[in-house]
Every structure is written in C-alpha cells, then in structure tokens.
T-cell receptor, first 115, second 118 residues
Framework: KAGVTQTPRYLIKTRGQQVTLSCSPI?????VSWYQQTPGQGLQFLFE???????NKGNFPGRFSGRQFSNSRSEMNVSTLELGDSALYLC??????????????FGPGTRLLVL | AQTVTQSQPEMSVQEAETVTLSCTYD???????LFWYKQPPSRQMILVIR??????QNATENRFSVNFQKAAKSFSLKISDSQLGDAAMYFC???????????????FGKGTSLLVTP
C-alpha cells in the first residue's frame, strides 16, 4: 500500500506570493492533517480535514487555508507569504477523524523557502 | 493546552547498547494517546510506537518499548540493541482521546536528537 505523498517536495517563493501544497493520503484514509515544522517553533498543528470538512484548526492566521476533495486528497494554501512561513510542511493521514482518528501516518513533507 | 516536554535535546549511544529517551506531559484528561515518532535526516516522520492511556501494559515494538507511568505523566522510550539506522530525531507526541482540550491534533515535544556511534 502506497504511503502518504506530498507535492511538490521543494518550493522557493518570494514574499507576497501565494503557494499551494498538495497531499494524497494512504488509500482508504479519510482524514488529513497538516503540520508546520520550524527550528524555532517545532511541530505545530495547522488543521485537520475529514470528508471535505475542516474538523479542527490550529492557531495560525487566516492566510493559511486548506481544503479536501471527495477523493480525500487535500491542499493547503498560504497567501501573502512572509519570511517566517519558511518551513517544512507535513501532511498526515488517518482512517477516521476526531475520537476515531487512530494513528496518523506522515508524508515526506514539502520544504518551503520564502525569500 | 497539553504540553509535552522532552528534556534531553541530544543523546548518544553506542551500537548494540540500550538508550532511554525521556518524555513528560501535562494534562488533566484521563483518556489520551501517546506516540513516539522518529524523523531521520530524510525528514520523513515515522511512527515508532503508540500507547493508549487506558492500557496499563507498556507497548512494545521489536527493539522499542515504552515505560508509561500515568500517575507521573511520564512516557519514556527504550531502544535496545541500538543500530546505526536508529540515528534520528525522536519526537514524543500527545493526542487527546476526547472532544475537549486541544481537540485531536498531535501535540509534539521539541525532540531528542539521537546519535548512534559504531
């Protein structure tokens, strides 16, 4: 069974631009969560989607948004990029959501560099 | 929000030896899950082991085992017969089991970098 895939793997953008990252979950998994990893703040939760609905959201500004499609694939978008958005963005999938979320399995991440 | 503390930024172990990584957490919940993830230089986050708080028995996965002390809110990871491939950053994570608190997101510690020497 294929694991979680994320595209692109690397991305370079300039301040003010916007970016869209994509995540395809493990087959049969319906929940997708996104995390941001930086050296200073560590791993921080962005949001979780299940059945095309956002179920949970972390403490990030509105510039960060996401969506999930009917095939469970998810995208996250960051508008008006800032230097501080440079990070590794990790996507994780699980079978269920909420109390039935079970274990999250992570993708390889997308490394975003904002210049 | 629940906090997860890993007090050892770096640890070193010789091949074939045993090492224990520490993790403590702060919560008022009784139902929750704890995880150890490994992140090698490739940055791929890999699940090592999982523990349900309601289970008294410590989880074990081959060379990896945990010492779960619920009253002390401690969740340490023991790696036996360490191998060069075990070198990585190890993260302890907490997940609520109920709808309250921080929801169902994973709360991670800052990580422990494990070096394995030949």
């Amino acid at each position: 069974k294929a694991g979680v895939t994320q595209t692109p793997r690397y991305l370079i953008k300039t301040r003010g631009q916007q970016v869209t990252l994509s995540c395809s979950p493990i087959s049969g998994h319906r929940s997708v969560s996104w995390y941001q990893q930086t050296p200073g703040q560590g791993l921080q939760f962005l949001f979780e989607y299940f059945s095309e609905t956002q179920r949970n959201k972390g403490n990030f500004p509105g510039r960060f948004s996401g969506r999930q499609f009917s095939n469970s694939r998810s995208e996250m978008n960051v508008s008006t990029l800032e230097l501080g958005d440079s990070a590794l963005y990790l996507c994780a999938s699980s079978k269920g959501a909420g109390a039935y979320q079970e274990t999250q399995y992570f993708g390889p991440g997308t490394r975003l560099l904002v210049l | 929000a629940q906090t997860v503390t890993q007090s050892q930024p770096e640890m070193s172990v010789q091949e074939a030896e045993t090492v224990t990584l520490s993790c403590t957490y702060d919560t008022s919940e009784s139902d929750y899950y704890l995880f150890w993830y490994k992140q090698p230089p490739s940055r791929q986050m890999i699940l090592v082991i999982r523990q349900e708080a309601y289970k008294q028995q410590n989880a074990t996965e081959n060379r990896f085992s945990v010492n779960f002390q619920k009253a002390a809110k401690s969740f340490s990871l023991k790696i036996s017969d360490s191998q060069l491939g075990d070198a990585a950053m190890y993260f302890c994570a907490y997940r609520s089991g109920g709808p309250g608190g921080s929801g169902y997101a994973l709360n991670f510690g800052k990580g422990t970098s494990l070096l394995v020497t030949p």
